[in-house]
């Protein structure tokens, strides 16, 4: 009852135009659609993703940072990117991303391989593998290719999962206050795998994003009962990521 009650005095819900932003601690979450939200922290901007239309992002701050994880067009957008205020961002981007932006873009780009570690004023930023399983040139997302993300804010570590399976370094995890985990096949996880992978590594709080694939949505609610059924003091979020 303890931990309940706790979970619900550090979460509370506020609208916005009629667009959610979750506050949780000293961070604003924005679920915007697909691969694609922002998070506010201490006054600066991130925004991941951004490869939607400009209307669904008119009411986010313009970003300090802009975090893309793979080339595919729902995760990298040179048109969305240019329908932004990007004046004073950054973008956290891997090679192969930071090859296909056009020069006003690369010029902004600050590009990390997998392993490495940036930091970005107060904000620390990994970058961490995510690729299909089993590992092969014919996969969907190959290893190496593109990025997940932990990006410490103050003593909070956030992960982005990107496009990955289960994949054993998203499993060996620690410490996850705050996590974007996706589920959808056939490109990424059943709700199952996702699930198994949550379980082992324990965030504090998920949300289940990037859930639409070939035959539709996956089944967020399952996805919650099955880390419920195993922990439930990990606290899952669902939001509709494809509101019309």
């Not at 697909?34 to 993703?49: E, I, R, V, Y």
């Not at 709080?205 to 009962?225: K, L, M």
Request: proline share 6%.
């Amino acid at each position: 009852m303890k931990t309940l009650f706790t979970s619900l005095v550090l979460l509370c819900f506020m609208s916005i135009k009629a667009q959610q932003i979750d506050k949780i601690d000293d961070i604003d979450v924005r679920p915007v659609e697909h691969a694609t939200f922002a998070l506010s922290w201490q006054g600066k901007q991130l925004l991941f993703d951004p490869s939607t239309e400009k209307e669904k992002l008119k009411n986010v701050p313009s970003p300090d940072y802009v975090f893309i994880t793979d080339i595919h067009g729902d995760h990298l957008s040179i048109g969305t990117l240019q329908n932004l205020d990007l004046s004073h961002a950054s973008l956290i981007v891997p090679p192969l991303v930071a090859e296909q932006l056009p020069l006003e873009l690369r010029n902004k780009a600050k590009i990390m391989k997998n392993g490495e570690n940036i930091t970005l004023g107060d904000i620390k930023v990994e970058a961490i593998p995510m690729y299909n399983l089993p590992e092969s040139s014919e996969a969907f997302h190959t290893k190496g290719r593109g990025n997940g993300y932990i990006i410490t804010l103050g003593t909070k570590r956030v992960y982005v999962s990107g496009d990955t399976e289960d994949i054993p370094e998203m499993r060996s995890l620690q410490d996850i206050y705050l996590a974007f985990v996706c589920m959808n096949m056939p490109y990424t996880m059943t709700i199952q795998q996702a699930a198994e992978a949550v379980l082992a590594f324990k965030p504090k709080i998920v949300y289940p994003y990037h859930y639409r694939g070939q035959n539709g949505q996956s089944d967020t609610r399952a996805f919650e009962q099955l880390v419920h059924d195993e922990d439930p003091t990990i606290q899952v979020l669902l939001r509709d990521w494809y509101k019309k």
